[in-house]
């Protein structure tokens, strides 16, 4: 399992930099490439999910390997929900309306939407 999970991310770290490369991109290839790295995210965090809840895998690293993954998870944190509210403002400022009700996800509890 884990051999075609590093397969699979070096197959999308390699259409990232074909992605990147791109020129002349109009506006809909910039959604479809913007959706593709959503979609590589949200494939990644699912992945981390899994292992991170699972006490067999997690005791197998040491607390130094774990305190530089909490590290830098917290870099990449940190910089990726700067970013999203850096975004939402200018939404909010191009009139997008932004619900703010909270709504109930099946099993992984409460967002904002």
Same mark, same amino acid.
């Given at each position: 399992?884990?051999?075609?999970?590093? !397969?699979s991310?070096q197959r999308?770290? +390699? *259409?990232l =930099?074909?992605? =990147?490369?791109?020129?002349n991109?109009?506006?809909l290839?910039?959604?479809r490439s913007?959706?593709?790295?959503? +979609?590589?995210?949200q494939?990644?965090?699912?992945g981390? @999910?899994q292992?991170i809840?699972?006490?067999?895998i @997690? $005791?197998?690293? $040491?607390?130094?390997?774990?305190?530089?993954m909490?590290?830098?998870?917290? =870099?990449?944190?940190r910089s990726?929900? *700067?970013?999203?509210?850096?975004i939402?403002k *200018? &939404?909010e =400022? *191009? &009139?997008l309306?932004?619900? !703010?009700?909270?709504?109930e996800t099946? &099993? !992984?509890g409460i967002?904002?939407?």
């Amino acid at each position: 399992m884990t051999s075609d999970w590093i !397969r699979s991310c070096q197959r999308i770290l +390699e *259409k990232l =930099e074909d992605l =990147e490369k791109s020129d002349n991109k109009d506006r809909l290839e910039y959604v479809r490439s913007i959706r593709f790295m959503l +979609e590589a995210l949200q494939r990644s965090i699912i992945g981390w @999910m899994q292992w991170i809840n699972n006490p067999d895998i @997690m $005791t197998r690293f $040491t607390r130094e390997e774990l305190s530089e993954m909490n590290k830098r998870m917290a =870099e990449f944190t940190r910089s990726f929900i *700067k970013f999203d509210l850096e975004i939402t403002k *200018k &939404g909010e =400022e *191009k &009139g997008l309306e932004i619900s !703010r009700r909270r709504t109930e996800t099946k &099993g !992984r509890g409460i967002i904002y939407i």
